[in-house]
């Protein structure tokens, strides 16, 4: 139904930057929201930052000033551009889209960023 492949993880210095991507195939004519979330062995799957086709936009207060999140709806794709990324960054990012018709979420395989010198 929906295929979501992540790339841009990297390994990078502390203070540098990345942009990770997700393009999204299939049944996709009805996405609304997209975003990225991340998670570290043995936590929880937290959220980075979402966006709406309307344009609105969230993030956690942990990225806030220094992740950008966007889309390009006609390419399907979403981005991430992180500035300023520090060893607490470090771990698996993972795309994440909503379908209105279905009222699922979808998830992609996660892409690993690692923040270290």
């Known amino acids: 139904q929906v295929q979501l492949v992540e790339s841009g993880g990297a390994l990078v210095q502390p203070g540098g930057s990345l942009r990770l991507a997700c393009a999204a195939s299939?049944?996709?004519?009805?996405?609304?929201?997209m975003g990225w979330y991340r998670q570290a062995p043995g936590n929880e799957r937290e959220l980075v930052a979402t966006?709406?086709?309307?344009?609105?936009?969230n993030y956690a207060d942990s990225v806030k000033g220094r992740f950008t999140i966007s889309r390009d709806n006609a390419k399907n794709t979403v981005y991430l551009q992180m500035n300023s990324l520090n060893p607490e960054d470090t771990t698996i990012y993972y795309c994440?889209?909503?379908?209105?018709?279905?009222?699922?979420?979808?998830w992609g395989q996660g892409t690993q960023v690692t923040v270290s010198s």
């Open positions: 994440n889209v909503y379908r209105r018709t279905t009222r699922m979420f979808y």
């Open positions: 299939g049944t996709i004519f009805d996405i609304d929201y």
């Open positions: 966006t709406t086709s309307g344009g609105s936009t």
